[in-house]
């Protein structure tokens, strides 16, 4: 049972917590590292729980860091002893605790729909709201063709519940950024930088906004500058690194893509959750290729043999694509077979949300690989339109029109005059 505590205490967001101050206050500290992706989310946690071994909410929101951290098993662990500890707290903590294992448990429908329902009368609850927000959330991974659109409604219809509070701001920030609503999103998100200016997803977000912008410059000055402060091991790391390579390929300046990529984006150099590095890696490699640069053998080798022993099985589409990507690059027939098979599989089964797009996307990547140009071609005009569905932000995305502009230069065919990005929604 939670600690008995002297007078009622609240969370950052005013909600009543079953347990003592100490654990409170620890337990306020480990959330914003979740919410921020700042490092000492564990220990924050862990001093809550020294402080009151019976506070559900501590021990499920040290399940949800340990999901972020892709290692599911411990997650389910202490989701699982959340769920017994919440038999002996409030109503909203014992909601609380089944929305948020639910996710973790492997059933993000379910998650998403109790979500809703507890947001409905609880709808400053942001450790609940967190898991839909971004683009690798229960909606940006929902396979839906309309999940940009849904979520920036969805978030804008909590607003109201949050006012100046800098978290809220930079998730709405993202939103909007990838609904084309710019302004918007460049106030919102300058406006949460200030109150919080060491947020990670804050910075991540406002790289987005410049990049939608085509500001690079001014995208990889801001890095620059932010990220000496921003510890290694920050769940953000890896794919702020993979930006700043990104804005130095986009300025032409590929001594400091490079470094970028050496120091904190391939697997040997980068520390981060694997669906990152696994995603940031190859897409970084294939876009130096497609910027003219030969094909490093011994670096997609490295990144293939990642990407298979972090995904052996099919799974996760956004993943997916790209284990299939450096599967081609390295001319691993076998895996990139297996990877098609799984797809096709779980299509057949109904188990595949977005689609046939994966597939069409897999099998465009490898006929580049190939210099197959008319095929590759093919499979991504037909792809294009649909991409979205596959997870991901726009700029990881636009991985998929540079592919099909440059497999139009490769055949010696002229690329149509429309844009090689679908229009925002």
Same mark, same amino acid.
């Given at each position: 049972?939670?600690?008995?505590?002297?007078?009622?205490?609240?969370?950052?967001?005013?909600?009543?917590?079953?347990?003592?101050?100490?654990?409170?206050?620890?337990?306020?500290?480990?959330?914003?590292?979740?919410?921020?992706?700042?490092?000492?989310?564990?220990?924050?946690?862990?001093?809550?729980?020294? &402080?009151? @071994?019976?506070? +559900?909410?501590?021990?499920?929101? $040290?399940?949800? =860091?340990?999901? /972020?951290?892709? !290692?599911?098993?411990?997650?389910?662990?202490?989701?699982?002893?959340?769920?017994?500890?919440?038999?002996?707290?409030?109503?909203?903590?014992?909601?609380?605790?089944?929305?948020?294992?639910?996710?973790?448990?492997?059933?993000?429908?379910?998650?998403?729909?109790?979500?809703?329902?507890?947001?409905?009368?609880?709808?400053?609850?942001?450790?609940?709201?967190?898991?839909?927000?971004?683009?690798?959330?229960?909606?940006?991974?929902?396979?839906?063709?309309?999940?940009?659109?849904?979520?920036?409604?969805?978030?804008?219809?909590?607003?109201?519940?949050?006012?100046?509070?800098?978290?809220?701001?930079? &998730?709405? @920030?993202?939103? +909007?950024?990838?609904?084309?609503? $710019?302004?918007? =999103?460049?106030? /919102?998100?300058? !406006?949460?930088?200030?109150?919080?200016?060491?947020?990670?997803?804050?910075?991540?977000?406002?790289?987005?906004?410049?990049?939608?912008?085509?500001?690079?410059?001014?995208?990889?000055?801001?890095?620059?500058?932010?990220?000496?402060?921003?510890?290694?091991?920050?769940?953000?790391?890896?794919?702020?690194?993979?930006?700043?390579?990104?804005?130095?390929?986009?300025?032409?300046?590929?001594?400091?893509?490079?470094?970028?990529?050496?120091?904190?984006?391939?697997?040997?150099?980068?520390?981060?959750?694997?669906?990152?590095?696994?995603?940031?890696?190859?897409?970084?490699?294939?876009?130096?290729?497609? &910027?003219?640069?030969?094909?490093?053998?011994?670096?997609?080798?490295?990144?293939?043999?990642?990407?298979?022993?972090?995904?052996?099985?099919?799974?996760?589409?956004?993943?997916?694509?790209?284990?299939?990507?450096?599967?081609?690059?390295?001319?691993?027939?076998?895996?990139?077979?297996?990877?098609?098979?799984?797809?096709?599989?779980?299509?057949?089964?109904?188990?595949?949300?977005?689609?046939?797009?994966?597939?069409?996307?897999?099998?465009?990547?490898?006929?580049?690989?190939?210099?197959?140009?008319?095929?590759?071609?093919?499979?991504?005009?037909?792809?294009?339109?649909?991409?979205?569905?596959?997870?991901?932000?726009?700029?990881?995305?636009?991985?998929?029109?540079?592919?099909?502009?440059?497999?139009?230069?490769? &055949?010696?065919?002229?690329?149509?005059?429309?844009?090689?990005?679908?229009?925002?929604?």
């Amino acid at each position: 049972m939670p600690a008995a505590a002297s007078t009622q205490v609240a969370d950052r967001y005013g909600l009543p917590l079953s347990t003592n101050a100490a654990a409170r206050d620890a337990y306020v500290a480990g959330v914003d590292c979740i919410l921020t992706a700042n490092a000492g989310t564990e220990e924050h946690l862990g001093r809550a729980l020294a &402080a009151d @071994a019976g506070f +559900a909410l501590a021990q499920i929101a $040290l399940a949800r =860091a340990m999901l /972020l951290s892709a !290692r599911v098993p411990q997650a389910r662990e202490h989701a699982a002893r959340a769920r017994e500890l919440a038999k002996g707290v409030t109503p909203r903590e014992s909601s609380h605790v089944n929305a948020l294992a639910l996710g973790i448990e492997g059933n993000p429908v379910g998650s998403l729909a109790a979500i809703r329902a507890h947001l409905a009368e609880h709808p400053r609850d942001a450790m609940v709201l967190a898991p839909t927000t971004g683009v690798f959330g229960l909606i940006g991974f929902s396979g839906r063709q309309e999940r940009e659109p849904e979520l920036y409604e969805f978030l804008s219809g909590c607003a109201a519940h949050y006012g100046d509070d800098w978290w809220f701001r930079s &998730a709405l @920030a993202f939103a +909007a950024c990838e609904c084309g609503r $710019l302004d918007e =999103a460049w106030s /919102l998100i300058e !406006r949460s930088m200030a109150a919080n200016p060491r947020n990670p997803h804050g910075a991540h977000i406002k790289a987005h906004v410049l990049y939608e912008r085509g500001e690079h410059r001014a995208a990889l000055d801001f890095l620059e500058a932010w990220m000496p402060a921003y510890p290694k091991r920050g769940l953000m790391h890896c794919h702020l690194s993979w930006h700043v390579a990104l804005g130095a390929l986009a300025l032409g300046d590929q001594q400091r893509a490079w470094r970028a990529y050496r120091e904190g984006v391939h697997p040997g150099g980068a520390w981060g959750p694997p669906l990152n590095v696994a995603t940031d890696a190859p897409s970084f490699l294939w876009r130096t290729e497609l &910027a003219g640069e030969p094909r490093h053998t011994g670096l997609w080798t490295e990144v293939r043999d990642y990407a298979v022993k972090n995904f052996p099985k099919a799974g996760v589409p956004f993943a997916d694509v790209h284990v299939a990507l450096a599967c081609a690059a390295d001319g691993d027939k076998a895996d990139f077979e297996r990877v098609i098979k799984e797809l096709r599989e779980r299509e057949v089964s109904g188990r595949l949300p977005p689609g046939p797009v994966v597939l069409r996307l897999a099998e465009a990547f490898a006929a580049y690989a190939k210099s197959d140009w008319n095929r590759a071609i093919e499979l991504l005009e037909g792809a294009l339109p649909e991409t979205v569905r596959i997870g991901g932000s726009r700029a990881q995305r636009d991985l998929v029109g540079l592919t099909l502009r440059t497999a139009y230069m490769q &055949a010696g065919r002229t690329p149509p005059e429309r844009s090689m990005r679908p229009s925002y929604p």
